[in-house]
């Protein structure tokens, strides 16, 4: 295994951060608290490890990758990255937020504040998958 490997581990740890966010809303609609929980500090674990990740290879070991071919594709990648990278810097502090209400037992303002945090959590980390896909399998730049 090398640093090269990291984009496909990345997308590993985004795929299982959408299962844990998955599985933690089904506990959760089922009343199962504890499961719910643990499915979250899942959720919460592999983002992170996602994050560690992403920030290791792309400011210590390549850099940027850019997206050129094919060109028609192009916009289309270009938008699915753009509502990630913005939804994924939204997404951080309402995760802080809604972790800290849970926490501190304010579940009221926890269910709120889920609302939201949990699908663009959600879209963030499946979006994340798909960038992966899009620009090291289906079109791989060189």
């Known amino acids: ?14 795929g299982l951060a959408a299962v844990f966010l998955t599985a933690g809303f089904i506990f959760i609609r089922h009343q199962n608290k504890t499961a719910h929980r643990n ?3 899942g959720a919460l674990g592999s983002s ?25 594709f192009r916009p289309i990648y270009l938008t699915l990255l753009l509502t990630h990278t913005v939804l994924a810097v ?22 709120k504040i889920a609302r939201w945090t949990w699908p ?6 499946v979006t994340g998958v798909v960038i992966y896909l899009l620009l090291y399998q289906i079109f791989p730049q060189k």
């Open 1 to 14: 295994m090398s640093f090269n490997d990291l984009p496909a581990i990345n997308a590993c740890f985004n």
């Open 39 to 41: 499915c979250m500090i």
């Open 48 to 72: 992170a490890l996602f994050l560690v990740g992403y920030l290791t290879y792309h400011f210590v070991v390549h850099g940027l990758t850019k997206f050129q071919n094919p060109a028609w």
């Open 120 to 125: 663009l959590w959600m879209y963030v980390s």
């Open 90 to 111: 939204v997404i951080v502090p309402l995760i802080i937020l809604t972790l800290t209400c849970a926490l501190r037992g304010r579940f009221e303002a926890h269910r």
